[in-house]
């Protein structure tokens, strides 16, 4: 049996002051599931930060917000440069004060035959999402350490972190790098008492990431085929997990990661695996024609 996502439970799941007093900082939060995630956290109180490349997005995210604009601020960086976030960062916290939260969410994703890639390319996908949530965890790290008082990380990273998948080669061992840096900082900064934990979404509907990975209604079907959930993931609900896991009542949780894809990777394994099934080059064509 299948559950439509219109008859899921809608009910309040926190107080509306769950985050109250906590000042988040979210890369990628002017679109997509950052967007999701910040207009949740603002809903429960919390001060947000968001950085992103495009100041015309961040714009209209901002002016979008329901309620908590008077606590959000936006600086146009890139994560790739860890001078320019530096400086963002700086001006964001003369804002809204110290950061003691962050989401790595900001990233990039395209489907390409591995021979076919590019060093540009899988240069430009690695150092968003590796190097990127590097740049970030280690100056909000450094920040949190010196005045004292600990905090809360989360990395968004995939199911074929561990899987591995075809088709999306610098996704997966950006990811992979990000999953076992979660772990290794979850260890190593415990101490600062600095929580890290990752979210491995499937998928969930979002204009960017739908138009470079599945742009046709054939190719969103087959992707709901695989899910045995039978539907694919709400932004709300992926927004509720965050909040768990930033908040105190997940205050004893770090170094985990939590899937949340209606059990797509124990069903199958490997996002695009499936690819591998057809002829290659009608698969190259599929690629051609989404660029």
């Not at 429960?44 to 959000?72: K, P």
Request: charged share 20%; aromatic share 6%.
């Amino acid at each position: 049996m299948t559950h439509d996502a219109t008859t899921l439970e809608t009910d309040p799941m926190f107080a509306t002051d769950a985050l109250a007093g906590r000042t988040i900082l979210v890369t990628g939060g002017g679109s997509g599931l950052g967007l999701s995630m910040t207009r949740k956290f603002l809903e429960l109180g919390a001060q947000v930060g968001i950085v992103g490349r495009n100041a015309g997005r961040l714009g209209n995210a901002i002016d979008g917000l329901e309620s908590g604009r008077d606590r959000v601020a936006a600086q146009v960086a890139d994560v790739r440069e860890p001078d320019q976030l530096e400086s963002a960062i700086s001006t964001l916290e003369d804002e809204l004060g110290p950061f003691d939260s962050l989401v790595n969410n900001a990233g990039g994703n395209f489907l390409s035959a591995s021979e076919d890639l590019s060093p540009r390319g899988f240069d430009a996908v690695v150092r968003t999402v590796l190097h990127g949530t590097f740049h970030a965890s280690q100056s909000i790290g450094k920040r949190i350490i010196e005045r004292g008082g600990g905090g809360s990380m989360l990395n968004i990273v995939t199911t074929y972190a561990w899987t591995g998948s075809a088709f999306v080669l610098p996704s997966a061992a950006a990811k992979a790098g990000v999953l076992a840096m979660t772990r290794s900082l979850a260890v190593e900064w415990a101490t600062y008492g600095i929580r890290v934990n990752a979210i491995a979404p499937g998928p969930f509907p979002t204009e960017g990431a739908w138009k470079a990975l599945m742009p046709t209604p054939e190719s969103q079907e087959q992707a709901r085929w695989k899910i045995p959930a039978g539907r694919f993931g709400e932004p709300e609900e992926l927004a509720n997990l965050a909040v768990f896991l930033l908040s105190d009542a997940s205050r004893y949780i770090t170094g985990e990661c939590v899937t949340i894809d209606g059990g797509e990777w124990l069903g199958s394994g490997g996002e695009f695996n499936h690819l591998t099934r057809l002829p290659r080059e009608q698969v190259k064509d599929l690629m051609r024609k989404m660029r």
